[in-house]
């Protein structure tokens, strides 16, 4: 079956790299129907990429062979099924006019395609000038989970919808996300940053792209991930009276996902961020240390095991704590827990869930809560981690 | 806290027992606010019971202490999610007018209920008069689930809308479910059983839940399950002129669940189930043995890794078989498999999720297809097992 024009790789390295590049893929996108498949490219490697025209994914996998092919693949989940369930360890593509055949071991697939691939929208995201470069350690990126809840969902404060990077001092750089109800905020170090970065907007779902492509596993050998900065290829057109776009439009991560080489190009928001560092209060006040797995439990406890906490109350009094609730279904709940603190008997209440988020964030063992007052925001610190700062503002009793 | 009055048992006991009941509350109902809630009783033990008017559970788990009490625990599911979160190895009810306290370790919580218990439905399901008596094993009960995919869902059939048990030869009784388009078939050999049993229709809920409360695990000492068919408690008013109802209509399920002891009655179903024996081909006519591992891999492909399979073609020829499939996307697929029959080419036509419920269902290595021709049902057979029978329509090609 199998001819000198056939593209053949592995059965598992074709999935892998086709489910990268699926991740960017919105799946109600419904308008545009080459923004549902499937750049595949084979040359020296296979290549395949996908997009939503914001961000782009490209994976590249060893190949065998020397035929050059470019095809789009509709449908990619329901491929990737098939050939996981047809089995075989290897697949063979063989592109043609207007359709591509797929065969492994006993499975044949014949794919008819009436979009031609040179109508797939591939250049958009890339970079005509580097601004900044720098290599993040996986671990790094990793970190970026602390704050990624912070991130707000709200359409209308747009420049809300990503993290927040820019240069501190020396090799410091901070990563910051807020949603106006919560903040954090976490510094990297980044020896060989190289050029300006003054601030930029890194979308959302660039980043949870990235986090779920590097996965949760700290492998041995951490590969870093190129980290580049830039202005887009896309100039105004001669006749334009537009003004001529300017500052960093773009970033690029290149990094190792198995057996894949790949590369994530987004676009930056536009946008200015808002002046978020008047929003941290200092660490006078009120200081209650607690220990983060108890309180965590406690929170749990009086949501009734929701991750979906609504607003609780907690009252300090000179032996500890109690975290309570009360629900319209007429259950109220409550909870003793330990705290340490100086202070006098004090009141105050939150979002359940943020505070949720907020424990895990802070990693550790015990965690550190101040406030000036109990409609102020307060500060969330782990004591052995200085480079990490959430903030929460309280709930109305 | 814990005074004389309270009821005091294992955590988990407790939120085994409330979920074991819960399992036949319906989620959406809104209108009778008693069927959304627990009925707890504190005398030698402590019982849960839920009920949805047609299935009723009651568990049962061991207690300390004696007070003896009645009440209605709301919203099952925030307790459990709140006692298990709130750690603890016991738990301490204490139930006291319009509200109940709940008491573990650290956690407390208190529960306004303005519903009183003797509001809750518990007698409907009780059994006057039993007709017939038996007991399965769990093993019996758990080969249930190879016949049970098989049962209609259509609610103008609603006598399909179960399991139909009647007595067939000596100890011998035959378990049957159709939907029209399939029908499964398992023989049950029952020693003790006393009574007669013309033929019942045990619902599919009752079936369900059953499944569910005996799990997979097959233990090393099988409890076994007390069964008792009978007339319910509920007769006509004296002044009715409605004519007596006569037949059997309630089954009791009498059953250990880990710590549980577990009773589920059910209403059985009102109505004559067809003559299904017509339906079963006999095994002249063409016969095909198929490896079921390797069919199955087959369906899953062709059908690109989904459960929901749509139609799929057999094409028989000397040689083997093939399994293919097209889709409206323009994806068209086959794939190679081999097959040992003696008959000319042939092509037939079935639904692919169907197929790989029987193939489930026939367990086993290999099966056997046979068909007269590709309009009328086909049988399926698992040669290593004569108890099971399979029967599946096809489908226009």
Partial sequence: MQNSEAISLSSSDFRHAISLAGKCIERNNKTI?????????????????????DVLVSASVPR?????????????????????????????????????ALASDTLSVEVVSNIAADDFPLSGQLIAHDEFTATLSHEQLRSLRRIAASISKAETRYYLNGIYLHHIDGTTFRAV???????????????????????????????????EMIGNKAGAADPGIAFRVGTGMLR????????????????????????????????????TYPDYARVIPSESG?????????????????????????????????????????YVSGIASAVRISCQHSGEPWEVGFSGSHLIDMIDAAGGDEFVLSAADATGPALIKNP?????????????L
Avoid at 69 to 96: M, N, Q
Avoid at 181 to 209: F, Q, T, Y
């Fill in 33 to 53: 129907p080459t923004l549902s498949m499937i750049h595949a490219r084979a040359n020296g490697v296979f290549e395949a990429t996908g997009t939503d025209l």
């Fill in 236 to 271: 105004n057109r001669e006749d334009s009276t537009a003004p001529e776009r300017k500052g960093v439009s773009r970033a690029h991560f290149s990094l190792r996902a198995g057996n894949a080489s790949v590369t994530l190009a987004t676009k930056l928001i536009d946008g």
């Fill in 64 to 100: 065998a062979g020397s035929a050059e092919a470019t095809f789009l693949i509709p449908d990619y989940r329901s491929i990737i099924g098939a050939v996981k369930a047809g089995g075989g360890s290897d697949v063979t593509l063989e592109p043609a006019e207007g359709k591509f």
């Fill in 286 to 326: 009120r200081s209650f240390l607690f220990k983060s797995a108890e309180f965590r439990r406690a929170l749990e406890a009086v949501s009734f095991g929701s991750k979906d906490v609504r607003a609780v109350r907690l009252d300090f009094d000179s032996e500890g704590a109690t975290v309570s609730a009360k």
């Fill in 384 to 396: 052995a981690d200085p480079d990490w700062t959430g903030v929460l503002m309280p709930c109305r």
């Fill in 177 to 211: 996300a807020t949603d106006g109800h919560r903040l954090s905020v976490i510094d990297l170090e980044i020896p060989d940053a190289s050029g300006a970065l003054e601030g930029i907007i890194i979308p959302r779902k660039a980043i949870r792209l990235l986090l």
